[in-house]
């Protein structure tokens, strides 16, 4: 039997895991440090999971029709997912990207065609830098240009399909590749959808499980007075800010089986570091967030606790999108 798919679509998930051996080796670590490679995904990120998620979504409940134009905001890996995955499925796409967004995704979207916007076109989201992201004007504001120019908004931010798409496809397949045996489960956000969704999961099968969220530290937030100039691309905070800035999935999944047992905050500096020592260790070569939530889940790696533990990491895209920045600048 030939295996010839007809679609990209039909490619997303089931992506490996692939244990930090040489890393933990060279630093005499006890625990076992599991990455997902979700950039192995076809537009090489987590976010096809969702992109894919949002359109079968809107498709089942008679929401579009191919040949329809979808919109979003988005800091890039979810555009570039609902361009791809949209184009392959029949759908135009038009991003509204999150200034500093890095010059290589603005070329992808470039690349695929794309009538690209940014948070500034945003009417109600347009001062974001210097109030802090509000989410709740900045999707009132989506919502109206997709009502006025009769485009369909996926919602990425606050779609339950997004979180539930990982509760039954990333979430199961981290449980069946390891054979259940999952100790910690380690995610940054950005939708907050796959740590919600996985650790939704993975506590119904393992009440025990520690759900570790990840967050970019003060510093490393473009809105924080102390800011290094350095963040961490495309995630919020998950905890810690005042209720409009949390993830409205965390919020909303709060009595349905979500919570973290723990958040840690990375500063980018740190995640620049693991990303350049892991390239040369282990052959990785992930992006700023992955790369942030790797240096947490080697944090946790260290502690006495953890030693004989599996820990899991979700590596949401690699480094290919980040060569314009300081990412592997080694100085």
């Given at each position: 039997?030939?295996?010839?798919?007809?679609?990209?679509?039909?490619?997303?998930?089931?992506?490996?895991?692939?244990?930090?051996?040489?890393?933990?080796?060279?630093?005499?670590?006890?625990?076992?440090?599991?990455?997902?490679?979700?950039?192995?995904?076809?537009?090489?990120?987590?976010?096809?999971?969702?992109?894919?998620?949002?359109?079968?979504?809107?498709?089942?409940?008679?929401?579009?029709?191919?040949?329809?134009?979808?919109?979003?905001?988005?800091?890039?890996?979810?555009?570039?997912?609902?361009?791809?995955?949209?184009?392959?499925?029949?759908?135009?796409?038009?991003?509204?990207?999150?200034?500093?967004?890095?010059?290589?995704?603005?070329?992808?979207?470039?690349?695929?065609?794309?009538?690209?916007?940014?948070?500034?076109?945003?009417?109600?989201?347009?001062?974001?830098?210097?109030?802090?992201?509000?989410?709740?004007?900045?999707?009132?504001?989506?919502?109206?240009?997709?009502?006025?120019?009769?485009?369909?908004?996926?919602?990425?931010?606050?779609?339950?399909?997004?979180?539930?798409?990982?509760?039954?496809?990333?979430?199961?397949?981290?449980?069946?590749?390891?054979?259940?045996?999952?100790?910690?489960?380690?995610?940054?956000?950005?939708?907050?959808?796959?740590?919600?969704?996985?650790?939704?999961?993975?506590?119904?099968?393992?009440?025990?499980?520690?759900?570790?969220?990840?967050?970019?530290?003060?510093?490393?937030?473009?809105?924080?007075?102390?800011?290094?100039?350095?963040?961490?691309?495309?995630?919020?905070?998950?905890?810690?800010?005042?209720?409009?800035?949390?993830?409205?999935?965390?919020?909303?999944?709060?009595?349905?089986?979500?919570?973290?047992?723990?958040?840690?905050?990375?500063?980018?500096?740190?995640?620049?570091?693991?990303?350049?020592?892991?390239?040369?260790?282990?052959?990785l070569f992930l992006g700023t967030s992955a790369a942030a939530a790797l240096t947490?889940?080697?944090?946790?790696?260290?502690?006495?606790?953890?030693?004989?533990?599996?820990?899991?990491?979700?590596?949401?895209?690699?480094?290919?999108?980040?060569?314009?920045?300081?990412?592997?600048?080694?100085?």
């Open positions: 039997m030939s295996k010839i798919h007809q679609s990209i679509a039909e490619l997303v998930g089931n992506t490996p895991l692939v244990e930090l051996s040489n890393y933990e080796k060279k630093h005499d670590i006890k625990a076992h440090i599991i990455g997902k490679l979700e950039y192995l995904n076809p537009t090489g990120s987590v976010k096809d999971r969702l992109a894919l998620a949002l359109i079968r979504d809107a498709e089942k409940k008679g929401l579009i029709k191919k040949g329809d134009t979808l919109i979003d905001v988005t800091s890039g890996n979810t555009g570039i997912g609902l361009a791809g995955i949209g184009h392959a499925l029949g759908y135009e796409f038009v991003p509204y990207l999150e200034p500093g967004t890095t010059v290589e995704r603005v070329k992808i979207f470039e690349g695929y065609g794309l009538d690209v916007k940014t948070f500034y076109d945003i009417e109600e989201a347009k001062n974001f830098e210097k109030e802090g992201l509000n989410v709740d004007n900045l999707i009132k504001g989506i919502k109206r240009i997709a009502k006025e120019k009769g485009q369909f908004f996926t919602g990425q931010t606050v779609n339950e399909a997004n979180q539930e798409f990982h509760y039954n496809t990333t979430g199961k397949e981290i449980w069946e590749d390891t054979d259940g045996n999952v100790d910690y489960f380690v995610a940054m956000g950005g939708t907050a959808g796959t740590i919600v969704g996985v650790g939704r999961y993975l506590r119904e099968k393992n009440p025990n499980v520690k759900i570790i969220g990840v967050q970019a530290a003060p510093s490393s937030r473009p809105e924080s007075p102390d800011f290094t100039g350095h963040i961490v691309d495309g995630t919020i905070p998950l905890a810690g800010v005042p209720e409009e800035f949390t993830p409205a999935l965390v919020k909303s999944n709060k009595n349905n089986g979500f919570k973290y047992d723990e958040i840690i905050d990375i500063k980018a500096e740190e995640a620049y570091k693991t990303a350049q020592e892991t390239a040369e260790t282990d052959g947490a889940a080697i944090q946790i790696s260290k502690r006495p606790e953890a030693a004989g533990k599996n820990i899991v990491v979700i590596y949401p895209d690699n480094g290919y999108k980040y060569l314009s920045t300081d990412l592997y600048k080694r100085h």
